[in-house]
Every structure is written in C-alpha cells, then in structure tokens.
C-alpha cells in the first residue's frame, strides 16, 4: 500500500511560508519526489513506498531544514515544518506580513453557515453584507464589492448581476473548498485589484492514494438541507476528484419569530417558499508527467433556482455558474529558474431576475426583470526565482450584457419596455508583478513587491445620450494605468516578540457598472427614478500603513495592530443633476450616480488566546474601523462619513477539548453605528450581544457538530445588511433568531 507525507511549512511564529520547496528522498534508492508549498503553507507528497526517507525544506531566507521520516505501509504522516531564518541557530519569530488570515475547509464546517460570505466572518476584520439566507457577501475592514480582489484557485469569477446579488463568493460550495487565506490592505501585489483586500479560495485538490470518499449532511433551523460528497482516486501518474452538493432552505426567522419574507412584499401564499435551492458539481484531474512536474484540469458547474432576496424588488429565477480552469507547475531546487506556474481559466456567470412573487406584479406574470451575463476569460505566468525573488505576469478579457424589461397595464394592455442597461461592455486587462523576499541577519525580514497594471474599458454601444444628459459629450472607452507596490518589515526583538510594519498603495480599475452602467426604471424605492454610471470616474488608490506586535508562546497569543488608509478618488454613490434635459434619455430631473471622493478609513484589531487548564481555552477578537470622506456640496455629497463602514465587534469563546471532543460557549458583541452616510439615508443600527453553543467529535474518519446560534433569540440587524442600489426596497433585514444546526462527516479511504 503507498504512503504518504503532508502538513504546513512555517516560520517560527507559525505564520505560513508559500512557496516553500519541500523534497523527500528515499534513502535507499535515492529516488526523489518535490512539491511546493501552496498560498497557505500546505504541502502533500503521495504515492510513496513504504520505507525511509529524508525529508528536506528549502525557502529564500530561511536556513535549510532536513528530517528524517520512517513511513509505514499505507500510512499517511503529518509532518509540520518549521523553518528559521538564515544564519539562525536558535528557534525566533518572524511575521512574515502584516494583516493576513485565514481559515480551512474544517473550520468553516464546526459552524452553521451556508456560504462562504457567512463563514469568513469568523475572521477578525471581515464582515458579511447580508443579503438573503445565502449569497452573503465579503467586506474587509469596511471595504467590499469592487474595492476587494476575489480569485478561485488563481482565477477570476464575476457575479453576473450589476449590483452583488451574486457575489463570486457564492459560487463556491462550501464542500468544495479546502482553505482559504484573507490578506487584508494593499499588502499583495500578485493579483490586480486587490486595493483593500484580497480573499484567495483554494478548492481541493486529488492527492490520495487508492479511493478516498467525503461525505458530509448539514442541517439545521428552517428546514435547512446540504448534503454533498466527494470522491478521490489516485494512481501513480493520475489523480482524479469528483463531487457534488445540494443546498436548500427556507425563509428564516427573525429573533420575533417573524418570517424575513413579510418584509418583501410577495404575493398572499409565497410567503413560505424556499428561499435557495442550489446544486453544485466538480471534478479535478492531476496528473504528474515528472516527479518535479504537476498538472491539472478542472471544471466546476453551479445552479440555482428561487433565489428570493426580500431586501430587493426581485429575486433570481435562476443563477448558474460554469468554471473551468487549467493549470501546470513545474520546479526544481538548483539554478536561477525555481519554479514556473501557468494557468489558463474561462468562467461564466448567467442570471435571470424578475418580481413574479411580488406584489409589484399585479395581475402580470413579472412586471419586470432583468437577465445578466457575464463571461472572463484569462491567463497568468508566475516564475519562481533565485535570491527570493519572484515575477509574474496575468491577463484577463471580460464581457458583461445586462438587459431589462419593464411591463406596465393600462386598460387592460400590458406595455412592456426593454433596456439594455449595460450592452456587452467588454474590459481587458494586463498587469506584471515582480516580489522580493529577504532575510537581514537573524532579526529582520523584508517582503516587497510592485506591479504595474493597465485596463481598456470598451462599451461603445452603450447609452451615449444618457452619459451626455449628465456629464456632457463623453467617450464610451477608457484607458486606465497605475502602479502598485508594498514593503514590510519584521523585527525580532525578543525570542517571543516580533514587531511589523508596512505601507501599500495599489490601484484598482473603476468596474464597468460603474462607469457605463444606465437604466431610467424606476426599480427600487429610492426617490431617483434614474440610475446612471459615470464615464469620467478615475481610478482609486488605497495607499495604507499598518504596524503590529505578535507574541506568541507556547501558551499564549496575542496581535494587536492598528492600520489608516488614504483612499485617493474613493467611488462614492451620490445624486447627479441633468446638465441639459433630454427627456428621452432619462425619466427624472436627478439620478442616483457615483463620483470619486477623497477618504479615510483607520482602526485597530486584536486577537488572542490564553489556556485557562490543560484542556480549557480562552481566544477572543476585537475590532473597529471608522471611515470618513471630504464633502462636495457641489455633488449633492454633504455627509462627512463614509458609506457602509462596520461598528465595533468584539468576540470572546471559551472552548474544552480532551481526545477528540469539544465544547464551546461563545458571545458576539457588536457596538452601535451612529456614524452614517445621510447623503445614502443609512439609518443608525442599535448595538447588539448574541451567543451561541456548540461542541461535537472529531475523529479519523468521523466528524460530528452540533450547535445553537443566537442563543436568546435577540431580535436584531447588522449594520451592512441594508445597501443602496436601483434594486433596493428599502428595507433592513434582521438577523435569523435562534436557530440550530448538526454537520456530519465520514472519509472512508482504501488503499492501493
């Protein structure tokens, strides 16, 4: 039976080193296998013989690390590596960046949440934009949507809808995922667009020996339903994975017992309906033509149906989602040239919305509607290099059609008017990179970086005379360039504490939406009928400066840090004027549009965890942000604070663990935000404490949670669950009330 060896490279303090060669070699024969560590440190060598081997780890910087490991027949062995710096004889602690995160496949699992949106919250810094029972969206550090970087093994998936009902998140299954790493600021400079943050998902990957199955059913409250199941069969040059989840639910409801749908208008007996049923399947195939040469094809297919969102005027119909994606890796441990990455993906999003549940319908079938597609297709080379080093180079072209339908009934006829909101806008995009990592003595480590990005926005059939109406005679393309680059620091400046800082500035493209977007529907309940984009938008800049202490023991942990970002030409919503009245165009006098801004976002976080007895463990996290932008009365933007930034937060959990078993007691505290954007009508949000319980098994091949979220039923709503966009009706959507959960898992493996 093959053997195997996996676990986690990192420095010291335990923070992961990506991109780490690790080697093992069997001693009597001498035959080698090489793999490099991935974006969170992670590392698996299959297929191996029972036998002795040495298992040896190369990274710039760090002094070289060699072990010895006796592998039994069809034993697979955990192996964590810890490397020091170079020239380091005794073990110290080196951060090796400033403000990252992030959280495995397992972790998301000992919890009740549906997507990946919800279960990112766990993550001090992260907040969730909640729109419905599922397809929840990501916010760092009060910046989200356009203004973060989304990648799904290194591709690029756009949500098809013009205003986030379908975030890229949300195609994603949760069973699908093996971690995920959440950088936060402008502190990365492989990926364009990551202006204030940067969340990578990292799907599994085939590596088992033999057939290895994952199996997984998670319900809960609200008639919530997931099954899904995963298979991997490996050989000695092949590795195959395959898969496939369900997702259903009802409405929840709120901490009154209330159904969330009553606040969406729908029609007498829709009230009830699911409110997402959603199914995903995927495979993979690895294939190993040289022991230090990986491949692998990949294709991912996702369909929805009855999305119902109730804090919008009309739900999906269906939302469906295709992925595919190509990849090879090829590495070596001598020369200049270390590693060489390519990656050719094409996705594709197609979305149809309307109000058929809707009051709003009246006696039509849909009143209106709107179907959304959208496709990316791209490619990016990223070599590793000697001397720390490594450049990369990453293209990517995407295509965006939106078109409406709005009925109207007179007299018994129905009066239908279509509008092609956003016509086949199609943008291009090309950005190099180049990175630098290096060790100074046995105190300080530099991480730097820069890349230089350009962007052609081409939507020459888009609605001139509406841009015209607003903002004069304007051109329908746009030409976009900016450089992007960080430096860190970390100093060691005792055994156990280490200090970091770092300043970034990267740039982000204004998203076509924003610019070129155009519809005079009166969709939403704001007081604009109209809803424009702005073609003379500039490109945004976070330029931000973090500094931290780490210190980590063996028993304790704890990192506060504190960061302030200057957000150069911030897009901002705001009511825009007619400067010559074409009531053709346009059926308002004013329109909601977006305008750039200068603005400020600054806080802190911190987290930490102390042992309270042998088994017994205390870890909390506390975080706060504040935004502000500098008014333009002459835009219509009065209010100095900046849209839909977060309050406080604060969590503390308390968690029991002995052989396998777990208990936990944990309470969320969430300050009130009375800092609002009146220019938007945000509404002040009440503070709030929830708890939850939970506890479970976790075995070999058996995983067993169960738990009680919003233990006392508190009737509340977190402040980023009301957004602003031509779909809105106006509502804030509360929080689910109390609500149980149970997630099973079983992995069956036989070997070869």
């Known amino acids: 039976m093959a053997s195997a060896v996996h676990g986690e490279v990192s420095d010291p303090t335990g923070a992961v080193l990506a991109g780490a060669l690790v080697t093992v070699r069997r001693i009597d024969s001498g035959r080698v296998w090489s793999v490099l560590t991935d974006a969170s440190g992670h590392y698996t060598l299959a297929g191996l013989d029972p036998g002795r081997y040495a298992l040896d780890v190369r990274q710039a910087g760090f002094t070289e690390l060699v072990r010895t490991v006796m592998l039994g027949a069809g034993e697979t062995a955990e192996e964590p590596l810890r490397l020091n710096l170079a020239s380091v004889v005794e073990q110290v602690n080196v951060i090796s960046g400033p403000a990252s995160d992030g959280m495995s496949a397992r972790q998301m699992r000992e919890g009740s949440a549906r997507d990946l949106g919800e279960a990112a919250t766990a993550i001090a810094g992260v907040q969730r934009a909640r729109k419905a029972a599922i397809a929840n969206d990501i ?4 910046l989200f949507h356009n203004n973060i970087a989304t990648t799904i093994d290194g591709t690029r998936l756009y949500g098809a809808c013009t205003f986030q009902m379908d975030p890229a998140e949300y195609h994603v299954d949760l069973a699908e995922v093996d971690h995920v790493d959440v950088v936060k600021g402008p502190f990365d400079v492989t990926t364009q667009g990551e202006l204030g943050g940067f969340v990578k998902i990292v799907t599994r990957t085939p590596d088992a020996q033999g057939f290895l199955l994952h199996s997984n059913v998670s319900t809960g409250s609200y008639g919530y339903y997931n099954p899904s199941v995963t298979a991997e069969l490996g050989g000695k040059d092949t590795d195959w994975l395959a898969g496939y989840s369900y997702r259903t639910s009802q409405f929840y409801k709120d901490g009154d017992g209330s159904l969330v749908s009553e606040l969406g208008g729908y029609r007498d007996g829709y009230a009830d309906l699911q409110a997402f049923r959603t199914q995903s399947a995927w495979s993979k195939l690895a294939f190993h033509p040289a022991a230090n040469q990986h491949g692998e094809i990949s294709y991912t297919r996702q369909q929805s149906g009855d999305l119902l969102y109730p804090y919008l005027t009309m739900d999906g119909v269906y939302d469906d989602a295709d992925r595919f994606a190509a990849r090879y890796d090829y590495f070596r441990s001598q020369g200049w040239l270390r590693g060489l990455h390519g990656l050719a993906y094409a996705d594709k999003a197609n979305h149809l919305m309307d109000d058929h549940l809707r009051e709003s319908a009246g006696t039509m079938p849909f009143s209106m509607s709107e179907h959304v597609v959208s496709f990316t297709d791209g490619a990016r080379m990223d070599a590793d290099l000697a001397q720390g080093f490594t450049a990369g180079y990453e293209f990517y072209h995407r295509y965006w059609n939106s078109n409406g339908v709005m009925r109207m009934s ?135 400066f973090d500094l931290g202490v780490r210190t980590k023991t063996r028993r304790f942990a704890f990192t506060p840090q504190v960061f302030f970002s200057k957000l150069d030409n911030d897009v901002t919503l705001h009511v825009a004027m007619p400067q ?91 300050g009130r935000q009375d800092h609002v954007d009146t220019d938007e009508n945000e509404q002040t949000t009440a503070g709030f404490s929830v708890f939850h319980l939970k506890g479970g098994y976790h075995g070999r091949s058996f995983d067993a949670e169960a738990g009680v979220n919003n233990l006392l039923s508190r009737e509340y709503s977190e402040f980023l669950s009301y957004a602003r966009d031509p779909l809105t009706n106006g509502v804030r959507l509360p929080e689910p009330g109390r609500n149980f959960f149970v997630n099973v898992a079983y992995r069956f493996h036989r070997g070869e």
């Open 139 to 142: 916010a760092i550090r009060g």
């Open 580 to 670: 010559q009245m074409d009531m053709s165009t346009m059926s308002s006098m004013n329109a909601e549009t977006y305008g750039n801004v200068q603005a400020y976002l600054w806080g802190a976080e911190a987290n930490g965890s102390a042992p309270l007895g042998t088994n017994l463990m205390l870890n909390g996290s506390y975080t706060v942000t504040r935004g502000t932008k500098v008014p333009q009365p002459d835009n219509h933007i009065e209010s100095s604070n900046l849209f839909q930034v977060p309050p406080v937060r604060a969590t503390l959990n308390l968690t029991y663990e002995r052989k396998g078993w777990y208990a936990e007691a944990g309470a969320e505290v969430t």
């Open 410 to 544: 007179s007299m018994g006829m129905t009066m239908p008017t279509d509008e092609v909101e956003l016509p086949g806008v199609t943008e291009d995009v090309n950005g190099a990179y180049v990175a630098y990592r290096h060790a100074f003595g046995t105190r300080w480590l530099l991480t730097s970086g820069a890349r230089f990005d350009h962007d052609f926005t081409n939507a020459s059939a888009a609605d001139a005379a509406s841009f015209e109406t607003y903002y004069g005679a304007v051109a329908l393309t746009a030409h976009d360039a900016g450089a992007s680059g960080n430096a860190m620091v970390s100093w060691q400046a005792t055994p156990d504490v280490a200090v970091f800082t770092g300043v970034g500035s990267n740039i982000r493209f204004p998203d076509p939406q924003e610019r070129f977007y155009a519809s005079s529907f009166s969709m939403s309940m704001s007081m604009e009928d109209a809803w424009v984009g702005n073609p003379l938008l500039r490109h945004p800049r976070d330029t931000e």
